[in-house]
């Protein structure tokens, strides 16, 4: 594995939210197990996997990008007026 691994702390200073926030609010809802983080050899420790975090916060902020251009509509396309 090439990726960089971090840990809740590290990830905090990276992408300038509260440790808090990532284990109450992103950890399972934005951050998924087995594709951002991991718990190594099944114990309590979280390692995030910081190329997929990256990769993903990039590709969501260009998806809302896109979105805030026009009307999205109910099929998933975008309305540019």
Known sequence: ??????TTDELSLRIKYDV???RERLKDSVLLEGV???RPFGGRKILYVWQA????M??????KA???SGIPMANGRVLHG
């Open 58 to 63: 990039v590709a969501m902020s260009n998806t």
């Open 36 to 38: 951002h983080y991991f």
């Open 53 to 56: 975090i990256q990769r993903d």
């Open 1 to 6: 594995m090439d990726s960089e691994l971090l």
């Open 66 to 68: 896109s979105m805030m």
């Open 20 to 22: 808090r926030t990532i």
